[in-house]
């Protein structure tokens, strides 16, 4: 498949002299919005083409390409949703900080969902959750997979909107390498966001944001042009498209299921997150492993996230075993550092 962007940039490689921004003056990948790169708010060439190319891979009517992170998505699904009278939304009370802060911006009221600690991890909220706080507002976020690499009940929460005719959108940070499989957010939700730097290849800050029908395509398209930089990165772009674009890694994904029995992660839903267990040895271990040049995703004070991609070598996956194999285990759960990147509780 043709990386749209990335030729563009291949094939202006001749010396052009700027009297454009950046201020750094170099030729190379770094350019601005010029007469041949397209433009990010009103695309008509490369960046149309990668985005059509983006949205047809991830089951989208409409997908925008976005260079400032999925807190740029949320927001844009968030006003996406204030312009269909949208007053209230529920989500989940350890969604991320850019829910609640899109809320307070755009004047939507939280309808917080519980959500249960279980052996010091927060639960997905269950169905019965779900249709309650439906009951009380006027749209429904969930995240799916979350941090810690489960998966929301999307099924059931796609069913309880449209019994309801509310809106469902799902913050999908953490789930772009999902588009291969049934577990997609784009199966379920009306507008959704992929945090492509996260779990795919795309450099930091890299993701897309997407809809479903027609009827969101206008109001999604005001949001990312209100919450998005008018100074887009073309490395950034181009990352992205070729990011979607990476193909499956059905060889990294084995491994990593592998080694979740044979390490004894915690059994998630998602294989680019290993979860493991360290309790009261969490800090030890993280020092010892970073000591050995080996840097996890988070330590929440009892567990250890080792993140994934299809980019992790098999022999990366080793090296942790090894290490893993001489690190004591805990088993005390520590009260209190959860949710660990929400700001709402
Ligand atoms: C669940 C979730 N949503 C949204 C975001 C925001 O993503 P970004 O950092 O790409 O803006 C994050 C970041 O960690 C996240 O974990």
């Given at each position: 498949?043709?990386l749209?962007?990335r030729?563009?940039?291949?094939?202006?490689?001749?010396?052009?002299?700027?009297?454009?921004?950046?201020?750094?003056?170099?030729?190379?990948?770094?350019?601005?919005?010029?007469?041949?790169?397209?433009?990010?708010?009103?695309?008509?060439?490369?960046?149309?083409?990668?985005?059509?190319?983006?949205?047809?891979?991830?089951?989208?009517?409409?997908?925008?390409?976005?260079?400032?992170?999925?807190?740029?998505?949320?927001?844009?699904?968030?006003?996406?949703?204030?312009?269909?009278?949208?007053?209230?939304?529920?989500?989940?009370?350890?969604?991320?900080?850019?829910?609640?802060?899109?809320?307070?911006?755009?004047?939507?009221?939280?309808?917080?969902?519980?959500?249960?600690?279980?052996?010091?991890?927060?639960?997905?909220?269950?169905?019965?959750?779900?249709?309650?706080?439906?009951?009380?507002?006027?749209?429904?976020?969930?995240?799916?997979?979350?941090?810690?690499?489960?998966?929301?009940?999307?099924?059931?929460?796609?069913?309880?909107?449209?019994?309801?005719?509310?809106?469902?959108?799902?913050?999908?940070?953490?789930?772009?390498?999902?588009?291969?499989?049934?577990?997609?957010?784009?199966?379920?939700?009306?507008?959704?966001?992929?945090?492509?730097?996260?779990?795919?290849p795309a450099?930091?800050?890299?993701?897309?944001?997407?809809?479903?029908?027609?009827?969101?395509?206008?109001?999604?398209?005001?949001?990312?042009?209100?919450?998005?930089?008018?100074?887009?990165?073309?490395?950034?772009?181009a990352s992205v498209e070729e990011a979607?674009k990476w193909?499956?890694?059905?060889?990294?994904?084995?491994?990593?299921?592998?080694?979740?029995?044979?390490?004894?992660?915690?059994?998630?839903?998602?294989?680019?997150?290993?979860?493991?267990?360290?309790?009261?040895?969490?800090?030890?271990?993280?020092?010892?492993?970073?000591?050995?040049?080996?840097?996890?995703?988070?330590?929440?004070?009892?567990?250890?996230?080792?993140?994934?991609?299809?980019?992790?070598?098999?022999?990366?996956?080793?090296?942790?075993?090894?290490?893993?194999?001489?690190?004591?285990?805990?088993?005390?759960?520590?009260?209190?550092?959860?949710?660990?990147?929400?700001?709402?509780?």
């Open positions: 498949m043709r749209h962007i030729e563009m940039l291949d094939g202006q490689r001749t010396p052009h002299i700027s009297f454009h921004t950046p201020g750094h003056k170099r030729s190379g990948d770094d350019i601005t919005e010029l007469s041949y790169s397209d433009s990010l708010l009103s695309p008509t060439g490369v960046i149309s083409a990668a985005e059509r190319d983006v949205a047809g891979i991830l089951h989208a009517r409409r997908s925008f390409l976005l260079t400032d992170g999925s807190t740029c998505g949320v927001f844009s699904m968030l006003f996406a949703l204030k312009e269909r009278r949208v007053r209230s939304l529920a989500f989940p009370v350890s969604s991320h900080r850019s829910v609640y802060r899109a809320c307070r911006v755009l004047g939507i009221e939280p309808v917080l969902i519980p959500q249960e600690g279980r052996a010091g991890i927060p639960q997905q909220p269950t169905r019965e959750a779900v249709a309650a706080a439906v009951e009380r507002a006027d749209a429904l976020l969930l995240t799916s997979p979350d941090y810690y690499g489960f998966l929301a009940p999307m099924s059931a929460a796609k069913e309880i909107c449209r019994t309801h005719a509310k809106p469902f959108v799902i913050d999908g940070a953490h789930g772009s390498h999902l588009h291969f499989t049934d577990m997609y957010a784009g199966n379920f939700a009306d507008m959704w966001v992929d945090g492509v730097h996260k779990s795919l450099m930091t800050q890299g993701a897309v944001v997407s809809c479903k029908t027609e009827e969101w395509e206008a109001p999604l398209s005001e949001g990312a042009k209100t919450f998005r930089t008018t100074s887009p990165s073309y490395p950034i772009m979607v193909p499956r890694n059905p060889l990294i994904e084995g491994a990593a299921e592998a080694f979740k029995r044979e390490y004894g992660a915690v059994g998630n839903d998602d294989w680019t997150k290993i979860l493991i267990l360290f309790g009261e040895h969490a800090d030890g271990a993280q020092r010892t492993l970073e000591e050995r040049g080996v840097y996890p995703e988070f330590n929440d004070g009892n567990y250890l996230l080792f993140y994934l991609s299809p980019c992790t070598k098999e022999s990366e996956l080793k090296r942790l075993g090894e290490i893993l194999k001489g690190l004591p285990r805990g088993t005390r759960i520590a009260a209190g550092r959860i949710p660990i990147y929400s700001e709402g509780v």
